[in-house]
Nanobody, 127 residues
Framework: VQLQASGGGLVQAGGSLRLSCAAS??????????MGWFRQTPGEEREFVAA????????YYADSVKGRFTMSRDNAKNTAYLQMNRLKPEDTAVYFC???????????????????WGQGTLVTVSS
């Protein structure tokens, strides 16, 4: 599985961005994978942002983004999305998408539980 994150950029506070995570899977589709978004700033620990269950029916968010960010997925396109609205300067980070086929969903916020990671896309929010 290879993941390609895109959509990052520079935006003013209060603005919006949509990140995409395109998965290349030899067999099957992302419907078999828990998909997650994490972010990291220099010198800080990787932080959970959002995760989507295999079926796409359940989605969980970090408290810091709840109500502002929406994760969705299109399993037919093997792509996950992160719509980020009302962005704040503290949302500035490199955003990574992750996927795992066997992850127990109760571990959705644990980065080490994911086997596959994209390369990251930088989001910069100016004040």
């Amino acid at each position: 599985v290879q993941l390609q994150a895109s959509g990052g950029g520079l935006v003013q506070a209060g603005g919006s961005l949509r990140l995409s995570c395109a998965a290349s899977i030899r067999t099957g589709s992302t419907s078999s994978y828990v998909m997650g978004w994490f972010r990291q700033t220099p010198g800080e620990e990787r932080e959970f942002v959002a995760a989507s269950a295999r079926s796409g029916g359940s989605t969980y968010y970090a408290d810091s983004v709840k109500g502002r960010f929406t994760m969705s997925r299109d399993n037919a396109k093997n792509t996950a999305y992160l719509q980020m609205n009302r962005l704040k300067p503290e949302d500035t980070a490199v955003y990574f998408c992750a996927a795992d086929r066997s992850l127990i969903f109760s571990d959705y916020a644990t980065g080490d539980a994911y086997d596959y990671w994209g390369q990251g896309t930088l989001v910069t929010v100016s004040s």
